[in-house]
């Protein structure tokens, strides 16, 4: 029996596969209508991860911007946005960032053993700061978060994590924008880094859906059989 969430990996990239530039500002790889899409499939899942690198970088919000969303969530009996989720080795945030200031919902940061009780110190007054293991084990944060409630998980990067995720074999489903320009700078970031991936020349993913969103291409593949296209 699978004990994790349905984990769903979303990610915007260049034609050549960057995710950002080398620039200090965030590069905007999408288009309104598929920020709207992505609104929608995060105000679908109970939970939104993204690792410590994109908070320190990008200070994200990861709240659900629609109030008619927001709305039916809370119809629903839920929050208005899904809880956040980051994974951390150190527990080095600042607990002024977005990811922790905005919205009323809970927050989670899975932290290295070694660094558990200065992160708690840290972070404690505003998330709640869970063992994640030494090194943290992306199998064990799915088990808990899974004990916690959460059965529908968004990641939303970055490429670190979108390669933990993927080479672990813990994602079912990848949504994949491709802008429709290039970068072409080796120092800016790429959707993933180096890793043994399941999928490879001999076991190709299933690509489930294309779709064209304006200027921009959504591409989902079917990573596991749990995967669902509606």
């Known amino acids: 029996m699978v004990v994790r969430p349905y984990t ?3 990610c915007g990239m260049s034609i050549d596969g960057y995710v950002d530039d080398a620039a200090d500002d965030r590069l905007l790889l999408s288009n309104d209508a598929d920020f709207d899409r992505v609104d929608a499939v995060r105000a679908g899942c109970d939970a939104i991860l993204v690792g410590a690198a994109t908070i320190r970088q990008d200070n994200p919000r990861l709240l659900v911007r629609s109030a008619e969303r927001r709305r039916a ?4 009996g839920e929050r208005p946005s899904p809880v956040k989720v980051t994974v951390t080795g150190g527990g080095d945030l600042d607990p002024a960032a977005r990811f922790f200031t905005t919205g009323d919902g809970e927050k989670l940061v899975y932290c290295g053993t070694a660094a558990l009780a200065s ?3 840290r972070l404690g007054a505003v998330a709640t700061v ?3 293991g030494d090194p943290v084990d992306l199998r064990q944060v799915a088990t ?4 916690r409630g959460i059965r529908r998980l968004m990641v939303e ?3 670190t994590v979108h390669t933990q995720f993927l080479t ?3 994602a079912d489903e990848l949504q994949l924008v491709v802008a429709p320009f290039f970068v072409g700078d080796s120092r800016a970031p790429r959707f993933v880094g ?3 991936f399941p999928w490879r020349p001999g076991r190709r993913a299933e690509l489930a859906e294309v779709r064209q969103i304006g200027d921009v291409a959504l591409l989902r593949y079917k990573l596991s059989d749990r995967f669902r296209l509606a």
């Open 8 to 10: 769903l990996l979303s």
């Open 73 to 76: 969530r809370v119809a629903r």
């Open 119 to 121: 992160a708690r110190e």
């Open 130 to 132: 869970v063992d994640g």
């Open 144 to 147: 808990d978060l899974y004990a």
């Open 157 to 159: 990067g970055g490429g």
């Open 168 to 170: 672990a074999g813990l």
């Open 194 to 196: 180096d890793g043994a």
